[in-house]
């Protein structure tokens, strides 16, 4: 049905990296999310109504739970699709994450009201009447679910949206609590066992959950976390097919939301090149850069020494010194300043962040293997961090 319907539609359906078309799978799946719970709704609590069950009820509300974050996501797919003003000249797609958020503490509120009624439900238990009609409805709603489940999970995928990627977690998890309010509902019609309390339990169990992961996959990357793996190889892929570049450092990936990415980093160049020769070279890369992945990139130029042999010699063996301290530590913009009685030995130290040693530690270590390699050399280190993985 997704499919026909974003066939039908959603015009340039393919082109994911487009703001406007992102918009409208948003909108598509929350419109049908929206529909579908409703509808969920309505069965499963006349289901209950008549059978007396807490836990089909509960899980009525459940469903009238989801399509309210349904509608946050629509609001949040919505308003995430304006054009950057004056007042946000980064545009406003991190709205999406925010209402990715939104989604997750309505299903941990929703997921906290079905406890305290499981557990009511537990300390006073009362007869339900499971009916064939009842059964029948929570067959169906199950089906429904896992159809949800995989349509969002497959546009979430498709358009790279934790928003949606949070409201297929959460329709997942209502197939499984489902699943639990059913098996009860057979027992019921089957044996005198009164487990619709305890099966509300789980029930709730598996919402907070599901709120807790929405939760967590959405407040990553609003506090900033690092960019995939594969983004970065391909960056650094598309700089150094570029002769001009010696090498890459300082990367930096600013997310603004999907689809307004931008791009720091340092490339090293050699010294003796020309200047503006060099700078035009560099200028095409963050074109090619912006073409190919869609990102706003500015590139600094790092001029390095590349035919000084004393030079080239002494950071391999200042790099060796480095990696005997840690294999995790490497260094960068590497340059030696020779005067009338010491050389300065002058470069950047990538550190990992939470690392076993301080900075302060770190520095003096490699300050003392530089000195030891050369009595007339002197460190002077200044201590980086790794913004990607």
């Not at 209402?99 to 537990?122: K, P, Q, T, W, Y």
């Not at 391999?316 to 010194?321: A, G, I, M, Q, T």
């Amino acid at each position: 049905m997704i499919t026909l319907l974003t066939k039908k539609f959603i015009r340039d359906c393919e082109n994911v990296t487009s703001p406007a078309v992102r918009q409208a799978y948003g909108m598509l799946c929350g419109i049908v999310g929206i529909c579908l719970n409703i509808v969920l709704f309505a069965l499963k609590f006349f289901a209950g109504t008549v059978s007396g069950s807490i836990a089909i009820t509960a899980d009525a509300f459940n469903n009238l739970s989801d399509a309210g974050a349904s509608t946050v996501t629509l609001l949040g797919f919505k308003l995430a699709g304006k054009k950057p003003d004056p007042d946000h000249p980064f545009g406003h797609g991190r709205i999406e994450y925010l209402s990715g958020l939104a989604v997750a503490m309505v299903i941990i509120l929703m997921g906290f009201e079905l406890l305290r009624d499981a557990v009511n439900e537990i300390l006073n238990p009362t007869a339900i009447d499971a009916s064939f009609l009842a059964i029948a409805i929570l067959i169906v709603s199950i089906c429904v679910k896992f159809y949800m489940y995989l349509y969002n999970r497959a546009v979430g995928k498709k358009i790279s949206s934790s928003a949606m990627q949070a409201t297929a977690v959460d329709s997942l998890s209502d197939c499984a609590a489902t699943g639990a309010v059913l098996l009860a509902t057979l027992v019921a019609r089957w044996t005198s066992l009164k487990i619709d309390g305890w099966c509300g339990l789980i029930v709730s169990g598996l919402i907070l959950f599901a709120g807790y992961k929405a939760a967590k996959d959405t407040l990553s990357p609003l506090l900033g976390q690092p960019p995939e793996q594969e983004f970065v190889d391909e960056i650094e892929k598309i700089v150094m097919a570029h002769e001009a570049v010696s090498g890459i450092h300082d990367l930096v990936v600013h997310d603004y939301g999907p689809g307004r990415v931008m791009i720091t980093l340092h490339a090293e160049v050699p010294a003796d090149h020309n200047i503006m020769e060099v700078h035009d070279e560099i200028d095409l890369i963050e074109q090619e850069l912006r073409a190919k992945l869609g990102c706003e990139a500015t590139i600094h130029m790092d001029p390095i020494d590349t035919n000084d042999e004393t030079t080239k010699k002494t950071r391999e063996k200042v790099s060796e010194l480095v990696r005997l301290i840690d294999e995790q530590i490497t260094i960068h913009d590497f340059r030696m300043v020779t005067g009338p009685t010491h050389t300065n030995v002058i470069f950047d130290v990538v550190v990992p962040f939470q690392f076993r040693l301080s900075d302060k530690e770190v520095e003096e270590k490699i300050e003392s293997a530089v000195r030891a390699l050369d009595g007339n050399y002197f460190a002077v280190v200044q201590i980086d961090k790794c913004y990607v993985k």
